[in-house]
């Protein structure tokens, strides 16, 4: 009767240890939704920033007119006149997740607006974020890294700076995919399941749907697998991971219409192809060892490495005729940017004049993932004892992504995920080393036996599992069979091994280390939430500051686009750079002539030579557009720094790469770009510089710029083409209006551009004189 009552505690302890598990990860996912919800708490339900509102106008077409309406809409409205077709260049997974949920909700009888769906989308995605990472976590390193890694990914600054509420950008779904698809390929790994590889499928497709940054997967997942290959760790249960993803993957995201044959057609994919055909060969080999005798394996070997070497031949051959065919060898601009960190500032300054493509600084690493930077190379160590198949993608998961996080600003975001699992890992293991030497000491190896017992528990469990990797090779029968002996055999030696664990720390040491770590994880909690609540909850349309007579609120964005809906006609068409082009869009409801799309580079290129150009040539740019209103960002009485005035290099610098007489050395005093009184003639007369101070020297009497820290140089000066029709309260935005054309006197022809304004002008007015229709 004893024998059957002995694993009673066990099984008790371990669905407590469930059910417990499963609370904390619930608290988890309140705490990964709660902390992102001060930016609305503090200002108001609002859309952030400038591409989440393109997605909330392309959201609200989606749940007015439809699925099929939205992949065959032709927006009019952006791109003047040129157009864009939505549907078959956007990626529409964060579109339709927030149009499902609309739906769900309206069906359920919660009417709530789709701009609060799609506000709350990123917050309720970080929850579901934070689960996958226990789920991934748990499969490389158990139940406990996992817990410790959600709860990290919950809070740390990296994530929450693309998941506030009112961050309604791709990224806000896209990281929860690019989790959920690494843990159901490490899931496919261990278990071999066929099931959960075509999970791992469609979530992959899902992640396509969602970002671009799929090609991370896409990549990732080949350069693992060649990794296990090439370290012998080879299996059926790698082959089962792999092939079915890149077969039904690829067929899958060339379903998305953003992406279609450049599923198969761009070098960022060329790697998952040529590493399917290397696994191929690899199980032709093993599966012909297992059939054949020594002597005919050689032979047969021989034979199949000679025809792989000629198929590997014959794919890389075209692949290198479809590279050398292109002028950017197969990749886009970004993956260049990547694999050549200068390749932007030469080629595509575009792509560079973006504030999250820059590299970041040491000081961002530590504001962004705090002391998880410190933690991470124990995490990497932890992973090494002992390593495995899913260890050794976490490890690859974190060099690869502190490489591109090295390259691009933006791509700390998948630094954060995996700078959580190895952190998790590692005090996972910390944890457990201190407080097992802690028991040791206080009650010793004999004192108490269900010590003993769950520390044997653990240890048969860390013995097993490098088993799994040894005999995978084998049937499944046999493996089995063969656990059975060796558990008997192996359990001898258990408690010996603990002991040699366990005394590696005295008590005060455990003691202060495990003070040490919670001190540690304090820190980076008060550390979470104040970047939660000042450093990235304040949304960019609507700006604060805080001075000796309190705080300060400057809304010019929302007041100058409502002046531009309700005081235009509905067809005008209204120029600004790039960045303002999606919320002109969502909130003015006016047509733009660019945005942030960024797909036409000759477009930019000549609304950037136009705001570099003297007002003349500037005006005729912008008349041949049929543009009516001219928008410019200013930031110079407030202090504003991301006004066009810092951004007007790059503007030159785009329009010069398509328009060669615009030359950045001439805006440009001995190498400095400058607006006082040393600045070049050829920038104190370009349109940008004359909008942008326009009347300035009023507000002060001396036209001090906050900004720059100087005092303009040219003050006093009137505007021939262009009008001022609104100024917003703070001066961070001003509106212009393209003068009418001088109506031509009948009979006369058009004088010279060479002529000088005041020359035309005498001559304009004496024709007047003789015109008989006045």
Not at 581 to 605: C, E, K, L, P
């Amino acid at each position: 009767m004893a024998a059957p009552e002995t694993p009673q505690p066990d099984t008790l302890r371990h669905a407590f240890g469930n059910v417990l598990s499963f609370f904390v990860l619930l608290l988890i996912g309140v705490l990964a939704f709660s902390i992102r919800l001060f930016s609305v708490i503090k200002y108001e339900s609002v859309i952030h920033e400038f591409d989440p509102y393109f997605n909330y106008r392309v959201t609200q077409y989606l749940t007015k007119s439809g699925v099929y309406d939205f992949w065959n809409w032709f927006d009019d409205r952006t791109w003047y006149p040129l157009g864009r077709v939505i549907g078959g260049t956007v990626y529409p997974g964060l579109t339709l997740t927030a149009g499902t949920l609309w739906r769900i909700l309206n069906f359920l009888n919660i009417p709530l607006s789709v701009e609060t769906v799609c506000v709350f989308t990123a917050p309720i995605f970080s929850a579901f974020a934070s689960w996958a990472t226990y789920l991934l976590t748990k499969e490389v390193k158990g139940a406990g890294a996992g817990l410790t890694a959600a709860a990290l990914l919950a809070m740390v600054p990296s994530y929450i700076s693309r998941s506030v509420a009112g961050s309604y950008d791709n990224e806000a779904v896209a990281i929860f995919a690019l989790i959920f698809t690494f843990y159901l390929y490490i899931k496919t790994l261990n278990t071999g399941s066929l099931f959960y590889a075509t999970l791992n499928a469609i979530a992959y497709f899902y992640m396509v749907c969602s970002w671009g940054g799929y090609t991370f997967i896409i990549n990732l997942i080949p350069m693992h697998v060649l990794l296990c290959i090439v370290t012998g760790r080879y299996s059926s249960r790698l082959y089962i991971a792999y092939a079915p993803l890149v077969v039904l993957g690829t067929l899958l995201a060339s379903l998305v219409p953003v992406v279609g044959f450049n599923a198969v057609m761009t070098s960022e994919h060329f790697a998952s192809f040529l590493v399917f055909i290397i696994i191929h060969v690899v199980a032709l080999v093993y599966y012909i060892k297992g059939i054949l005798t020594p002597q005919m394996f050689k032979v047969a070997v021989t034979l199949v490495v000679s025809v792989g070497l000629i198929v590997c031949g014959a794919v890389l051959a075209v692949l290198i005729a479809l590279v050398a065919s292109s002028p950017t060898k197969g990749w886009s601009g970004r993956s260049l940017s990547l694999l050549d960190p200068t390749y932007a500032s030469k080629y595509i300054p575009i792509i560079a004049s973006v504030s999250e493509h820059q590299p970041p600084t040491w000081p961002s690493y530590f504001m962004d993932i705090n002391v998880l930077a410190f933690l991470v190379p124990a995490g990497i160590i932890a992973c090494f004892l002992p390593l495995s198949d899913a260890s050794s993608f976490a490890v690859l998961y974190i060099v690869t992504s502190v490489y591109f996080s090295g390259v691009m600003v933006r791509l700390m975001l998948v630094l954060a995920p995996a700078a959580c699992i190895m952190s998790g890992i590692a005090l996972s293991e910390a944890f457990d080393v201190f407080t097992r030497s802690i028991k040791f000491q206080l009650f010793g190896a004999t004192k108490d036996p269900q010590v003993n017992a769950g520390d044997t528990n653990v240890t048969q469990n860390e013995v097993v599992k490098p088993e799994k990797s040894e005999d995978s090779l084998k049937e499944r029968s046999s493996r089995k069979s063969k656990k059975k002996e060796k558990e008997n055999v192996e359990t001898v030696p258990l408690v010996s091994r603990i002991e040699k664990k366990l005394l590696v720390l005295p008590l005060e040491a455990s003691l202060i280390a495990i003070f040490l770590l919670v001190l540690l994880g304090a820190f980076y909690v008060v550390h979470c939430v104040w970047a939660a609540a000042e450093a990235y909850s304040a949304p960019s349309i609507v700006l604060t500051s805080r001075s000796h007579d309190g705080l300060h609120v400057f809304d010019d964005f929302r007041e100058a686009y409502a002046w531009l809906r309700h005081n235009t006609d509905v067809d005008d068409k209204v120029a600004s750079w790039w960045d303002y082009g999606y919320q002109t869009t969502a909130m003015a409801n006016r047509t733009v002539i660019v945005d942030n799309n960024t797909w036409n580079n000759t477009h930019i290129a000549t609304v950037g030579t136009a705001m570099s150009s003297p007002e003349k040539a500037a005006w005729e740019i912008f008349n041949s557009l049929d543009v009516k209103y001219v928008l410019v960002v200013f930031g110079g009485l407030v202090g504003y720094p991301s006004d066009d005035i810092n951004k007007f290099l790059w503007m030159v610098r785009i329009g010069g790469g398509v328009f060669p007489h615009i030359k950045e050395p001439d805006y440009l005093r001995d190498g400095q770009y400058r607006i006082d009184s040393q600045a070049t003639p050829t920038m104190l007369n370009c349109l940008m510089y004359k909008l942008s101070y326009y009347r300035f020297v009023e507000t002060d009497g001396r036209g001090f710029d906050r900004v720059r820290h100087t005092e303009i140089g040219k003050k006093y000066f009137k505007l021939t083409h262009f009008e001022e029709v609104f100024t917003t309260h703070h001066w961070m935005v001003r509106i212009y209006k393209l003068k009418s054309p001088r109506n031509r006197v009948r009979g006369k022809t058009k004088k010279s551009k060479s002529k000088s304004t005041s020359t035309s002008i005498s001559r304009r007015s004496g024709a007047r004189k003789k015109n008989p229709w006045h």
